[in-house]
């Protein structure tokens, strides 16, 4: 059963190895009467957190609060931040379950991995791989050429 119900309706559903029974009152959906639990809002929001771990997130809060999934964290660009936001839209657009708190914060350091360009760090956290004089104006103090990185070089990104 699924959607609004118009009247009472005395129903059960199984929860974890019991069946627990409840009824439906008018204008109360069945899914707001079952709490899902830590790791089943986990696992409905996965896609977020692994499109926030491409992005740079830093989670610092990740755990239920009553009937929703906390997820508190930081991004280094507002790129990040909006793509966070359209990953959870796409999941649930009414934000029924869950309460993300992301805030941007500069300053975030990448560590260059091998195979790594600017343009590519650009693209990952601004979205644009033109980007990247971004990082290369804000490293100068380590970088005198946008295409001499090493491996294992710490990059601040703005």
């Given at each position: 059963m699924a959607g609004r119900c118009s009247g009472s309706i005395d129903t059960q559903d199984r929860a974890?190895?019991?069946?627990?029974?409840?009824t439906i009152r008018p204008n109360q959906t069945r899914r707001n009467r079952i709490m899902a639990s830590f790791?089943?809002?986990?696992?409905?929001?996965?896609?977020?957190i692994a499109?926030?771990?491409?992005?740079?997130?830093?989670v610092q809060n990740l755990h239920q609060e009553g009937d929703?999934?906390?997820?508190?964290?930081?991004?280094?660009?507002?790129?990040?931040?909006?793509?966070?936001?359209?990953e959870i839209k796409k999941i649930d657009s009414s934000l029924s379950d869950i309460i993300a708190d992301v805030n941007v914060?500069?300053?975030?350091?990448?560590?260059?991995?091998?195979?790594?360009?600017l343009s590519k760090i650009a693209k990952r956290y601004y979205g644009d791989a033109n980007q990247y004089n971004r990082i290369f104006e804000a490293n100068?103090?380590?970088?005198?050429?946008p295409d001499k990185i090493r491996v294992g070089q710490e990059l601040k990104i703005s």
């Open positions: 974890g190895d019991e069946w627990t029974a409840f790791e089943e809002l986990k696992a409905k929001y996965n896609a977020v499109r926030g771990n491409e992005l740079g997130l830093s929703k999934l906390l997820l508190r964290g930081v991004v280094p660009t507002d790129y990040a931040k909006n793509e966070i936001w359209d914060q500069s300053g975030i350091v990448y560590k260059v991995l091998a195979g790594d360009t100068r103090d380590q970088l005198s050429d």
